[in-house]
């Protein structure tokens, strides 16, 4: 049997959740040592200090051809370690390889183990250890593993996170402070674990046939990992791709559910995530209510959608979420800490949205800070004539579905007619009044 040695990898990326797939690619398929870099000195000072097998690079990441910049650098230290390098670069790099911005990553994991001689018989006869280890800092927290994920503690394996679980970061700090910097999966299992993460789910999003129930579940678990990431490392990317299939797929539930009654049987029966529902029914209320205002237009119901997706992104806990006004914030048993944060979230969401290279940033913007009626983005119960037309949209959405999450019975549920009874009686206010009669009309 052929010998194969570990390679040495370095992986030149500065983006938190690049970094993590491609690390965790890295490892686990080539059972390579990855060490992550982020620019081109500290590439620089690892080389001369460590044997290198190759540097992966995506260079679309940088404003710079760091590539090319790197090679030059690399050559005038008479040091030449192959490139692989995904994304345009003008280097023509004999020792390594190029590939499309848009390539498979399994293509480029295949490329680099030819190079190095590796089949896919030599991987699998390779010596390996029952527990392959993952180094902690490719796992995303929002990542949800769809295979036990262990810890090792005085030479035995114990289970850390369990299949289908989703992955939040208190619980990795718990870990890492806990002197585990290692987390472990079965040796065998390891290439599901990776092929799982966040492809699989976008894919799944987009499949056309998928049933409503699980439909909605599986959104479900889309939209929390996408609050996780976005909340521990930013929106990135790839995490505004999730999210942007999670909106696409929430549009095809709000479309193609023939009433809210129906909607409701579906998600007040599983014990979900309250935000979940909070954000998929104040989606579906809003779009109606839309529909019936004089200029409804297709970018109004696309900026909706996506500002009842992130509307809570700041809060992290669905307790956050159940608190509506300010006097209720005051009464709650929470620190100030955590009360600051509540009271702030409407501006934290708009920060952290407008930052994120979405398009329609104003607008989404403003309607993110404005969706609990206050021009500034502060507080709950702050209420403004001067908000825009679509946050008091959303405002109405918001109020309907607090008042109908409430009643997980049926039977003591408010119907329409009283709801938009309250909504009218409590929104009998300068800049409203444009709104109220389209809630008669409305048909959900
Ligand atoms: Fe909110």
Redesign the pocket.
């Known amino acids: 049997m052929a010998e194969i040695t570990q390679m040495n990898i370095i992986l030149l990326e500065h983006r938190l959740d690049y970094k993590a797939i491609y690390g965790m690619n890295l490892t686990l398929y080539l059972g390579a040592n990855v060490i992550t870099t982020k620019t081109i000195q500290e590439t620089m000072n690892i080389i001369s200090e460590q044997n290198i097998d190759l540097i992966f690079i995506n260079n679309d990441a940088y404003v710079q051809d760091i590539a090319n910049d790197l090679f030059t650098k690399m050559e005038k230290n008479l040091t030449t370690v192959p490139l692989f390098i995904i994304g345009n670069t003008k280097l023509n790099n004999d020792l390594g390889e190029k590939f499309e911005s848009n390539c498979q990553l399994r293509d480029v994991i295949q490329s680099i183990a030819k190079s190095k001689s590796i089949t896919a018989k030599m991987m699998s006869e390779m010596d390996q250890p029952a527990y392959f280890p993952l180094p902690m800092e490719f796992i995303v927290p929002g990542w949800q593993t769809i295979v036990e994920i262990f810890i090792k503690r005085s030479d035995t394996y114990r289970i850390a996170f369990l299949a289908e679980e989703i992955i939040f970061s208190e619980q990795l700090e718990e870990q890492k402070a806990d002197g585990n910097n290692q987390l472990y999966v079965d040796r065998d299992k390891r290439l599901r674990f990776v092929n799982n993460i966040t492809l699989q789910m976008t894919a799944k999003l987009n499949d056309p046939n998928m049933e409503l129930t699980e439909r909605v579940k599986v959104t479900e678990v889309a939209f929390q990992m996408v609050m996780e990431q976005a909340r521990q490392i930013g929106i990135g990317d790839s995490t505004m791709e999730l999210a942007n299939s999670c909106i696409e797929s929430m549009t095809s539930m709000v479309k193609s559910i023939p009433s809210l009654d129906k909607l409701l049987k579906n998600i007040l029966k599983n014990t979900g995530s309250y935000r979940y529902k909070q954000s998929l029914l104040i989606s579906y209320i809003g779009s109606h209510i839309i529909k019936k205002t004089k200029y409804p237009s297709k970018t109004q119901q696309e900026i909706f959608a996506f500002v009842s997706f992130f509307?809570?992104i700041g809060?992290h806990k669905d307790e956050y979420?159940m608190i509506h006004t300010d006097e209720q914030l005051e009464e709650s048993n929470l620190s100030e800490k955590e009360k600051i944060l509540i009271e702030r979230?409407?501006i934290i969401a708009a920060r952290l949205v407008t930052n994120s290279g979405k398009k329609n940033p104003y607008e989404v913007g403003i309607i993110l800070k404005q969706?609990?009626g206050s021009t500034k983005g502060l507080g709950l119960s702050n209420l403004s004539p001067n908000i825009s037309h679509l946050a008091m949209i959303f405002i109405f959405a918001q109020e309907w579905t607090n008042i109908v999450l409430n009643f997980e019975n049926e039977e003591r549920r408010p119907n329409k007619k009283q709801v938009i009874e309250t909504l009218k009686r409590k929104y009998d206010l300068k800049g409203f009044y444009n709104l109220l009669p389209i809630l008669d009309t409305l048909e959900l």
């Open positions: 509307h809570n809060l979420a979230h409407a969706h609990h």
